[in-house]
């Protein structure tokens, strides 16, 4: 019988009126049974459907909380790693020289017993740049150089805020061409660290720096004779000090 199959496909038979169940258990034998085929089972189709459905819609409310909870965890895990990607990506290339960055820091006592390769001559120009939101004024106070290898020598930058609230600027820098970064050491200068200027206020920014003798020796830089070191100045916001001052960063022009 077709009934009795449709009822077991759609419909628990413990869930039916026994008056339905007698439909399961043999043919129809009078007319209100078969009222009942045609009244009843089509509402109990419909019931079973509707309990389906909304079983079906809570299971998909669950997994897309699940794949939502993921794909968040996914984006804050991402944005720490950007966050962390910077500083160690600075110091590996302060560290290698990679990418034109100079190498940061250096060997005292090799600063002191470095011989100065005589015969190789090098320019050294300097490039200031600002970001488009920073509203200093930064400049070289020296467009060249000319030193040799295992020479020290001694550039200034000037940084003026011409406005009349106080701006915090940090700087970034690297060395052109990209190969002479690991040969370009810096004994001192302002870069990576927040510079704070009050309004109307000029700085001279001092670097202090030196090309390892090593440079003479390695065939790549055989052809080149000039390098530039370029700094590019951004706005950083300020921070908070909780002895009521206006910014924990050190002025430049202090000693």
Same mark, same amino acid.
């Given at each position: 019988?077709?009934?009795?199959?449709?009822?077991?496909? #759609?419909? *628990?038979?413990?869930?039916?009126?026994?008056? &339905?169940?007698?439909?399961?258990?043999?043919?129809?034998?009078?007319?209100?049974?078969?009222?009942?085929?045609?009244?009843?089972?089509?509402?109990?189709?419909?019931?079973?459907?509707?309990?389906?459905?909304? $079983?079906?819609?809570?299971?998909?409310?669950?997994?897309?909380?699940?794949?939502?909870?993921?794909?968040?965890?996914?984006?804050?895990?991402?944005?720490?790693?950007?966050?962390? *990607?910077?500083?160690?990506?600075?110091?590996?290339?302060?560290? $290698?020289?990679?990418?034109? =960055?100079?190498? !940061?820091? #250096?060997?005292?006592?090799?600063? !002191?017993?470095?011989?100065?390769?005589?015969?190789?001559?090098?320019?050294? @120009?300097?490039?200031?740049?600002? #970001?488009? $939101?920073?509203?200093?004024?930064?400049?070289?106070?020296?467009?060249?150089?000319?030193?040799?290898?295992?020479? =020290? !020598?001694?550039?200034?930058?000037?940084?003026?805020? +011409?406005?009349?609230? *106080? %701006?915090?600027?940090? $700087? @970034?820098?690297?060395? &052109?061409?990209?190969?002479?970064?690991?040969?370009?050491?810096?004994?001192?200068?302002?870069?990576?660290?927040?510079?704070?200027?009050?309004? #109307?206020?000029? &700085?001279?920014?001092?670097?202090?720096?030196?090309?390892?003798?090593?440079?003479?020796?390695?065939?790549?830089?055989?052809? &080149?004779?000039? %390098? =530039?070191?370029?700094?590019?100045?951004?706005?950083?916001? +300020?921070?908070?000090? @909780?002895?009521?001052?206006?910014?924990? =960063?050190?002025?430049?022009?202090?000693?």
């Amino acid at each position: 019988m077709l009934l009795p199959l449709l009822l077991r496909r #759609h419909a *628990a038979p413990a869930l039916l009126p026994p008056c &339905v169940r007698t439909l399961c258990g043999g043919a129809l034998r009078s007319p209100s049974e078969l009222f009942l085929r045609r009244r009843l089972l089509p509402r109990i189709v419909a019931l079973s459907r509707g309990r389906r459905s909304r $079983s079906q819609q809570e299971d998909w409310k669950a997994r897309n909380k699940t794949v939502l909870t993921y794909i968040a965890a996914a984006g804050v895990g991402m944005i720490g790693l950007s966050y962390a *990607a910077v500083p160690l990506y600075r110091l590996y290339c302060q560290a $290698s020289g990679l990418g034109g =960055t100079a190498v !940061a820091g #250096h060997d005292t006592e090799q600063v !002191a017993t470095m011989t100065p390769v005589k015969e190789r001559i090098l320019k050294v @120009t300097f490039n200031a740049d600002t #970001h488009a $939101s920073m509203q200093w004024n930064f400049r070289p106070q020296q467009t060249e150089i000319y030193l040799v290898p295992g020479e =020290t !020598a001694l550039a200034f930058y000037r940084a003026r805020n +011409p406005t009349d609230k *106080a %701006i915090i600027g940090i $700087s @970034t820098y690297n060395v &052109v061409p990209f190969e002479a970064g690991q040969y370009f050491n810096k004994i001192q200068c302002f870069c990576f660290e927040e510079q704070r200027l009050n309004p #109307h206020e000029e &700085v001279d920014m001092p670097v202090f720096f030196y090309i390892d003798p090593e440079f003479d020796k390695d065939p790549q830089m055989a052809r &080149v004779d000039t %390098i =530039t070191l370029s700094y590019t100045f951004f706005e950083a916001p +300020p921070t908070c000090r @909780t002895d009521g001052g206006s910014s924990g =960063t050190e002025d430049v022009n202090k000693p």
